[in-house]
T-cell receptor, first 116, second 112 residues
Framework: GAVVSQHPSWVICKSGTSVKIECRSL??????MFWYRQFPKQSLMLMAT?????????EQGVEKDKFLINHASLTLSTLTVTSAHPEDSSFYIC????????????FGDGTRLSIL | SQQGEEDPQALSIQEGENATMNCSYK?????LQWYRQNSGRGLVHLIL?????REKHSGRLRVTLDTSKKSSSLLITASRAADTASYFC????????????FGAGTQVVVTP
């Protein structure tokens, strides 16, 4: 079945570093992908919608200059956390919807980001 | 923002018992999906129920949907220790194709 691959699965880095997370659709094309953030013991919060060939759409309260999204091809979206600080430490998960929109989403395995 | 609430927040049961959790949402939807998440891991899709469906089964899972009350329930029958996880409902709203709003989740612990 369709699979979404997310890389890396775990990142530990120093404060001030920029971190890039990749989300790939492996056997289907995804013109739209979604990025979620999950803090410990909390639910997933939608951060932004990644649109192939155009600008991402950010949810209210999400800083677009902080979380840069690039969707340069039909199979790859990247999320870059710029100048990361400890409060950005979280679990980031991407997803890609099925063609029809009334099918289950395909989720990546997530990236655990820890900023020291 | 989150679409709605889930209850209970936590549930502790013994193997063999049934586990029921509920989800409420606020706006009209295309479908509602249930996911499982083991600690620190990604999401596993369980069941999708469309807005014109009232009940769906998959193995030991039973999902109901009441669009008049904007609520859904997930029943896990004959639970096993391996069912220990967090369970989330997620709604796909009308005219928001693909975008999911997640509930707060129910943490289920099944003890042998």
């Amino acid at each position: 079945g369709a699979v979404v691959s997310q890389h890396p699965s775990w990142v530990i880095c120093k404060s001030g570093t920029s971190v890039k997370i990749e989300c790939r659709s492996l056997d289907f094309q995804a013109t739209t992908m979604f990025w979620y953030r999950q803090f410990p013991k909390q639910s997933l919060m939608l951060m932004a919608t990644s649109n192939e060939g155009s600008k991402a759409t950010y949810e209210q309260g999400v800083e677009k200059d902080k979380f840069l999204i690039n969707h340069a091809s039909l199979t790859l979206s990247t999320l870059t956390v710029t100048s990361a600080h400890p409060e950005d430490s979280s679990f980031y998960i991407c997803s890609a919807p099925h063609d029809t929109g009334n099918q289950p989403q395909h989720f990546g395995d997530g990236t655990r980001l820890s900023i020291l | 923002s989150q679409q709605g609430e889930e209850d209970p927040q936590a549930l502790s049961i013994q193997e063999g018992e049934n586990a029921t959790m509920n989800c409420s949402y606020k706006t009209s939807i295309n479908n509602l999906q249930w996911y499982r998440q083991n600690s620190g891991r990604g999401l596993v899709h369980l069941i999708l129920i469309r807005s014109n469906e009232r009940e769906k089964h998959s193995g030991r899972l039973r999902v109901t949907l009441d669009t008049s009350k904007k609520s859904s329930s997930l029943l896990i029958t004959a639970s096993r220790a391996a069912d220990t996880a967090s369970y989330f409902c997620a709604t796909a709203q009308l005219r928001s194709w693909g975008k999911l709003q997640f509930g707060a989740g129910t943490q289920v612990v099944v003890t042998p």
